[in-house]
Each structure stands twice: as C-alpha cells, then as structure tokens.
C-alpha cells in the first residue's frame, strides 16, 4: 500500500524492521548463537528502534490526539511498543534464549504489520493534509541503518 509522503520516514523505518524480524527466524532456524542473536538486537534497539519509537510516541500520537482517532489504536501501539521494550530489557538482563528471541521477532513483525495495514491507513483518514505536512516537518527522513550491514551474519 502506498503511503502517504509524510508518513514515508516511518513506512522506511518499518521496513528495517520487518528485515531484523526475518533475520532473527532466519537465525533461529540456523540454531544460531543466542548471545550473537541477542547483540543483533541490541544493536537494532539502539541505532534504530528506540528512535522510531519516540517519533510515534512523541510526533504522531500527539498529531491524532486532535482528530476522531481510535483511542482503541493509540492503547494497542503503546502496549506493544511497552512489550518490545520489555523483552529488550529482558534480553539485556536475564539469560537469553532462543524462545525469549522468537517472541520479540514475532511480535515486531506483527507490531509493524498492524501499523502499516491498520494504525496508518486509518490515521492518514483522520489527518488533515495540513495536519500531515506539519507531521511531516517533524519526522525528517534520517538516515535508517540497514541492519543487514550487521557484521556477524548469524542468519547466514
């Protein structure tokens, strides 16, 4: 589906994303070092998803807060954005496994899918293109890090 040109910068992002996912099955079912796994993640949390999390959290929320928007919606992204992070701290913290890896893969896949398939959709109906273009001036197209580049290729 094609996206509108404001909301671009996040659709790239997600596509990364969706690539860590893969990644992450790929290396799982290579019965891939957890710990490898596990820096891979931590490194895409770092250079990628921590980022994409605060421009939602801080640029598009507060855009629909104005707008006849699915309370419904903005509750779903935020807890499974509360998940992701918790699994992230988890891995940080506690012995990592491959079952603990599969659950994060898993759910930021269907985490990005929701969004492209139902929170944008419905959110490019609810903003004005005013409202998009200054959304827009605030989600500048940063340079997204391809986590493919990361140089221990587990999934290979």
């Not at 990364?16 to 079912?29: E, H, M, P, R, V």
């Not at 490194?43 to 801080?58: I, P, S, Y």
């Not at 807060?65 to 499974?80: A, C, I, M, S, V």
């Amino acid at each position: 589906m094609k996206r509108h040109q404001q909301l671009q910068p996040l659709s790239r992002e997600h596509h990364n994303g969706l690539l860590a996912s893969l990644l992450l099955k790929k290396g799982i079912a290579k019965d891939a070092d957890v710990n490898t796994m596990t820096a891979f993640i931590a490194d895409f949390w770092r250079n990628d998803l921590a980022v994409h999390f605060e421009k939602e959290e801080t640029v598009l929320l507060p855009a629909l807060r104005h707008t006849l928007f699915g309370e419904y919606l903005n509750r779903r992204l935020l807890e499974e954005h509360e998940l992701l992070r918790s699994y992230i701290h988890d891995l940080q913290g506690k012995e990592p496994t491959v079952s603990l890896i599969n659950a994060f893969a898993e759910l930021l896949e269907q985490h990005i899918r929701f969004e492209e398939r139902i929170f944008f959709p419905e959110a490019e109906k609810k903003l004005s293109e005013e409202q998009l273009k200054q959304l827009g001036e605030q989600l500048e197209d940063d340079e997204v890090s391809n986590c493919i580049n990361y140089p221990l290729k587990f999934w290979e």
